[in-house]
């Protein structure tokens, strides 16, 4: 069996260091509002998993569903002003 050990360096030319660049720490950064807002809908749908949804449950699922939705369209905007240079 031929073994491919030896054209790996070839393939990956820059030593990866396994730590995010700065540029993908800023972009975490931007998108944490929306992945705390999806966390805080997934926590509401697994809260219902085991149990019949009461209209308590109902109305935190609709709340983080809404929130994920207004982090979503606040992300596309800041990412539409960026793209268009800040012009508003």
Same mark, same amino acid.
């Given at each position: 069996m031929k073994s491919i050990a030896a054209l790996q360096a070839v393939v990956t030319a820059v030593a990866f /260091? &396994?730590?995010p660049? &700065? @540029?993908e720490l800023d !972009? +975490?950064?931007q998108e944490m509002p929306l992945i705390l807002a999806e966390v805080e809908l997934l926590d !509401?749908? +697994?809260m219902t998993i085991d149990r019949p949804a009461s209209e =308590? /449950? *109902?109305r935190r699922i609709r709340r983080a569903r809404n929130r994920? =939705? @207004?982090e979503r369209r606040n992300l596309?905007?800041?990412a539409g002003l960026a793209?268009? *240079?800040g012009a508003a």
């Open positions: /260091d &396994g730590e660049s &700065g @540029a !972009a +975490i950064e !509401a749908q +697994i =308590l /449950d *109902g994920v =939705l @207004a596309t905007n800041r793209r268009a *240079g």
